[in-house]
């Protein structure tokens, strides 16, 4: 699939703004001419994948204005004054488990749509992604060693049928991202506004790091993963493995945790995907990419944690589900969640890593998605309370309504992770249940220095806005 260019943050100082800008195309295609004002940009071939050449675009922007680079034909501006009033915008969710590239494109980007006209409206200075940016569990559909993917995993192959797979996968991968990425809306956004990507289970399969450890350590399982992490490299990051020391918090790799700093605020994203398994979330890595991640930290802090992090007491829910043999799909949901009983001492170690960056003073928002519906929570602090705001999804069908009310009431029972820190689900501004069972997605704003964010809603539209 060709499709680009997609541009991603790199970081910025008082000068420049640094961005990379990936594209995939058909490999007797050469790229179009790349330029800022009148200086040409060289592309760096990254990976050819089923007949595609994904390239890469290294450049910067100055600062402080609304600048502009050139690729083929078009001319696309990005606003890189960060200095001052900010935008950004969160997104997560983006398709569905089963036929999400049959969909009405119409239909499946009504969100996107919306977003593209309020990025045209009041342009965005930064795109946050947070998690299920494509929906892979299809991909599995593309060889015969993962047909019957998870529970039929055959030990009969040979290495040069794990190959096979593994290219097969790597096709699956580029077909699905190029769907996603090629779609008007998305593409317009994604041109104009730089994104930082954090992925989350769907973008390896549904569930990854949560299901039976024979599952997961099984040299298909392994296979699938490392197509779906190459690809994340790819078209999440512009990068490939030789970029990971650069990019990411952890240099060998495990861990693909980041942070990057605009000016007054660090924006943090723990990897919750690439070391989970039934009994943690984090790895050995994961925590010491998150410990360095915490120092030294500007005055407000964006944490990207693709599942809640704060959330109702879902250990009940489990008990109920094990003990009364509830639906099997929903145990591998409730334990991707910080709130399973599984993880409760690593939740209460993120919770406590949280409370350490305000005894810094910094102002900490969690933003999340993954549930498939908005709300927002409040954890009790010393210094007024840490805000969890969760948009979700963006294309993602919405629920039922009786599903949100069921999960609204459940949320009533509270959860203390942590003594003297009550966590307290709430409704969106203007809502008046719990959660909103409608596609969304996010906006921040940091205007005259003071900090808000607003949902956009399918079918109520815009929430008031909310002082973080």
């Known amino acids: 699939m060709e499709f680009g260019p997609i541009l991603i943050w790199r970081g910025s100082d008082s000068d420049n703004v640094s961005l990379a800008a990936v594209v995939s195309l058909r490999s007797e295609n050469a790229p179009l001419g790349f330029s800022v004002g009148d200086v040409p940009v060289d592309p760096k071939r990254l990976a050819e994948i089923d007949g595609h050449v994904i390239w890469r675009f290294d450049f910067a922007l100055p600062a402080g204005q609304v600048a502009e680079y050139a690729y083929g034909d078009q001319t696309f501006p990005v606003d890189t004054r960060y200095d001052g009033d900010l935008n950004i915008g969160f997104v997560s969710c983006n398709g569905q488990e089963n036929g999400d590239l049959e969909r009405d494109p119409e239909e499946r980007n009504l969100m996107w749509n919306d977003l593209a006209a309020r990025a045209d409206a009041t342009s965005y200075h930064l795109m946050l992604h947070g998690g299920d940016q494509v929906y ?19 030990d009969d192959f040979t290495e040069a049928e794990l190959e096979d797979l593994f290219q097969s996968l790597r ?28 992925w989350d289970d769907h973008d390896i399969c549904d569930g990854w790091g949560s299901l039976k450890p024979e599952i997961v350590d ?25 970029d990971v020391p650069q990019l990411f918090l952890d240099q060998t790799g495990r861990s693909l945790s980041w942070r990057y700093d605009l000016p007054g605020v660090s924006i943090i994203a723990p990897d919750l995907r690439s070391e989970r398994t039934r009994d943690r979330i984090m790895g050995e890595n994961g925590w010491a990419a998150m410990e360095k991640a915490a120092l030294d930290v500007q005055d407000r802090v964006i944490l990207v944690s693709s599942v809640p992090l704060l959330g109702p007491r879902l250990s009940v829910l489990e008990w109920i589900f094990n003990t009364f043999h509830i639906v099997k799909k929903y145990h591998d949901d409730l334990r991707d969640q910080w709130q399973s009983r599984a ?26 998605g993954e549930i498939h519906l908005a709300t927002r929570a409040v954890m009790d602090s010393s210094k007024g309370g840490v805000q969890q705001l969760v948009a979700s999804g963006i294309s993602h069908p ?23 820190h009550p966590i307290k689900i709430a409704p969106l501004p203007g809502q008046h249940h719990n959660y909103s069972a409608e596609r969304n997605y996010l906006s921040f704003r940091r205007l005259d220095g003071l900090w808000e964010a607003q949902w956009s809603l399918e079918d109520s539209g815009n929430t008031p806005w909310l002082t973080l």
């Open 136 to 154: 892979a569990d299809e991909v599995t559909n593309a060889h015969k060693l993962t047909r019957h993917w998870p529970d039929d995993l055959s």
């Open 171 to 198: 096709a699956a991968y580029l077909h699905r991202y190029g769907q996603v990425y090629s779609a008007a809306p998305f593409a317009r956004v994604m041109a104009r506004t730089p994104s930082l990507m954090m």
């Open 218 to 242: 099984h040299p298909i399982a392994q296979t699938l993963f490392r197509a779906a992490r190459e690809a994340f490299l790819l078209f999440q990051h512009a990068a490939t493995d030789a």
């Open 398 to 420: 919405a629920p039922p309504k009786l599903y949100a009310l069921s999960l609204g009431t459940f949320a009533r029972l509270g959860e203390a992770p942590l003594a003297g």
């Open 343 to 368: 993880h409760r001492v690593e939740w209460q170690r993120m919770l406590q890593t949280v409370l350490n960056l305000e005894d810094q003073g910094a102002t900490v928002t969690a933003v999340s």
